[in-house]
């Protein structure tokens, strides 16, 4: 049976079917910071998501990571490194990508195991 949370008419936040977590691309509440200061935001999105979901950042079995401007790579390696879990770094893609709002400058995409 799959498990959905925060239903809306186009989308769901995360879904659960047979042990998966899988997580909707997560954004930044306030698109007024910089990069690091907006992937610090994601990753506490993807933190509370996965709490709910009974599980954590060290069960992520994948990692999708959409930044805006490549010139800022290094800034969201920076809040990322500081945030995942030591010897449990997931396989993980990163690309440029426009984003949906312009003032957006990452967004990332987990699933998990719970």
Do not use: H
Not at 39 to 44: E, I, N, P, S
Not at 79 to 84: H, I, K, L, P, T
Request: net charge negative; proline share 4%.
């Amino acid at each position: 049976m799959i498990k959905r949370f925060q239903v809306g008419k186009r989308l769901s936040e995360m879904a659960i079917y047979n042990g998966v977590a899988y997580l909707a691309g997560q954004i930044p509440e306030d698109d007024t910071q910089d990069m690091y200061g907006q992937t610090k935001q994601v990753l506490a999105e993807i933190d509370k998501w996965l709490a709910q979901a009974g599980s954590d950042k060290s069960k992520i079995l994948m990692a999708q990571v959409f930044v805006a401007n490549m010139l800022e790579f290094d800034e969201m390696n920076r809040a990322w490194d500081e945030w995942v879990a030591e010897g449990d770094a997931p396989p993980r893609a990163a690309v440029e990508a426009k984003l949906a709002n312009p003032n957006w400058k990452v967004e990332i995409v987990v699933t998990a195991a719970i």
